[in-house]
């Protein structure tokens, strides 16, 4: 009986909705840290072969 009342109430799907959204955001910044960090290894490829393409005319 707890349990159906719980999900009746709007500040339990309202604090639901921000923990959702909170790891979905930290989520998205690990990625990009991840993006980040393989493009500073390896650089950007487009622009490495269009620089080899002007130095090679």
Same mark, same amino acid.
């Given at each position: 009986? @707890? *349990?159906?009342? #719980?999900?009746?109430?709007?500040?339990?799907?309202? *604090?639901?909705?921000?923990?959702?959204?909170? *790891?979905?955001?930290?989520? +998205?910044? $690990?990625? $990009? =840290?991840? =993006? @980040? *960090?393989? =493009?500073?290894?390896?650089?950007? =490829?487009?622009?490495? +072969?269009?620089?080899? @393409? #002007?130095?090679?005319?």
């Amino acid at each position: 009986m @707890d *349990a159906t009342r #719980l999900l009746k109430e709007k500040k339990f799907w309202i *604090a639901s909705f921000i923990v959702v959204w909170a *790891a979905a955001l930290q989520g +998205h910044m $690990m990625w $990009m =840290q991840k =993006q @980040d *960090a393989f =493009q500073k290894k390896f650089g950007n =490829q487009i622009e490495n +072969h269009e620089e080899e @393409d #002007l130095s090679a005319s």
